[in-house]
T-cell receptor, first 111, second 114 residues
Framework: SQQGEEDPQALSIQEGENATMNCSYK?????LQWYRQNSGRGLVHLIL?????REKHSGRLRVTLDTSKKSSSLLITASRAADTASYFC???????????FGAGTRLTVKP | DAGVTQSPTHLIKTRGQQVTLRCSPK?????VSWYQQALGQGPQFIFQ???????QRGNFPDRFSGHQFPNYSSELNVNALLLGDSALYLC?????????????FGPGTRLTVL
């Protein structure tokens, strides 16, 4: 079964705008990761945030984690057409090696 | 440095047949996980192999089996194919040394069952 739920399911913005995607999960986690997938191909790892971290940055990406609310957000600043893809959050728990993915947010960035 | 590779890229089978998918992990990785991704859904964990043994398994029937070889490459076998097995099958490799569990995914194998 899937652990996380991304919100919104789909998001359409103009190039240059910021995109925010949210992820909620159900059980305690060890790490939370965000992945990008272009047109049904393999997933590309974007960023990992540990359960004891609250915020992390990588280039134009900013991830926050609120373990009390069991939620995370991914912010992409100054979006580009090339950011058009599906974005997934995935969690792994302590002593549990399988990763649980949500259904993803489909982001469309219009030039 | 080669990333995760999978073969074949696409595969068409008929109901009841058997299929074998292959995966070579990223250099330096010793753990391979397999996922099934139905259209419009997120990946679902099938199982994970480490040291040639199945370490963990998701909620998939015994028709799904796997193997890991001494060189860490892996195979996913699916018997008695059903229409519902049509999906993108993703392989991911990792090396959990240091406690950081980041998986690197291959491009996937698109399986169509007719």
């Amino acid at each position: 079964s899937q652990q996380g739920e991304e919100d919104p399911q789909a998001l359409s913005i103009q190039e240059g705008e910021n995109a925010t995607m949210n992820c909620s999960y159900k059980t305690s986690i060890n790490n939370l990761q965000w992945y990008r997938q272009n047109s049904g191909r393999g997933l590309v790892h974007l960023i990992l945030i540990r359960s004891n971290e609250r915020e992390k940055h990588s280039g134009r990406l900013r991830v926050t984690l609120d373990t009390s609310k069991k939620s995370s957000s991914l912010l992409i600043t100054a979006s580009r057409a090339a950011d058009t893809a599906s974005y997934f959050c995935a969690t792994d728990a302590f002593y549990n090696n399988d990763m649980r993915f949500g259904a993803g947010t489909r982001l469309t960035v219009k030039p | 440095d080669a990333g995760v590779t999978q073969s074949p890229t696409h595969l068409i089978k008929t109901r009841g047949q058997q299929v074998t998918l292959r995966c070579s992990p990223k250099s330096g990785h010793d753990t391979v996980s397999w996922y099934q991704q139905a259209l419009g859904q997120g990946p679902q964990f099938i199982f994970q192999y480490y040291e040639e043994e199945e370490r963990q398994r998701g909620n998939f029937p015994d028709r799904f089996s796997g193997h890991q070889f001494p060189n860490y490459s892996s195979e996913l076998n699916v018997n008695a194919l059903l229409l519902g097995d049509s999906a993108l099958y993703l392989c991911a490799s990792s090396s959990p040394a240091g406690g950081i569990y980041t998986q690197y995914f291959g491009p996937g194998t698109r399986l169509t069952v007719l």
